[in-house]
């Protein structure tokens, strides 16, 4: 019997408990899994791959079947490269549907061996972004039932300058 492993890709920044909560869903389906961290050059981030890397190995810890990665680049090339024949996208709402369906669809014809898999997470999770993460943080607000203590931390002294 082969393994299936499957790659999760994100930016994670920074990782919120809604990734967590896919990433716990995702161990449970696959015999490995890649959490892929994008180095972003599409988009400003606030925290280095570095720092974001370092925050997804810390939050996928109690999963030994977790691997964390970083790529740049196309997604399909680094799933290719790895053997993966599932990729992990998180759902939250039903706005996130149009944009990953057409994503599915892409990929799909990049990539035919490789199924897209959807995942939702618990409900008290489907409203988390690390966009609204980041926004409330950066106001001052609290951020607790959104992140892990961890990155809580990270995300202050990020704010203050500190790191």
Request: glycine residues 6%.
């Amino acid at each position: 019997m082969s393994r299936v492993l499957a790659v999760y890709p994100g930016t994670f920044d920074p990782i919120t408990l809604g990734h967590e909560d896919v990433v716990k869903r995702a161990a449970q389906l696959f015999d490995g899994l890649i959490v892929a961290v994008a180095a972003g050059h599409h988009k400003k981030t606030l925290f280095s791959l570095d720092e974001r890397m370092e925050m997804v190995r810390e939050a996928v810890r109690p999963y030994p079947q977790v691997q964390v990665e970083s790529f740049d680049g196309l997604m399909r090339d680094f799933i290719v490269q790895r053997g993966a024949k599932a990729m992990v996208r998180g759902l939250r709402a039903v706005t996130d549907f149009d944009y990953e369906f057409q994503l599915a669809g892409m990929n799909r014809h990049l990539m035919p061996e490789v199924e897209t898999v959807f995942l939702t997470p618990s409900d008290k999770f489907q409203f988390i972004s690390s966009t609204f993460v980041r926004e409330i943080a950066s106001l001052g607000g609290e951020v607790d039932k959104f992140v892990s203590s961890e990155v809580q931390q990270r995300l202050h002294d990020k704010l203050l300058g500190q790191s």
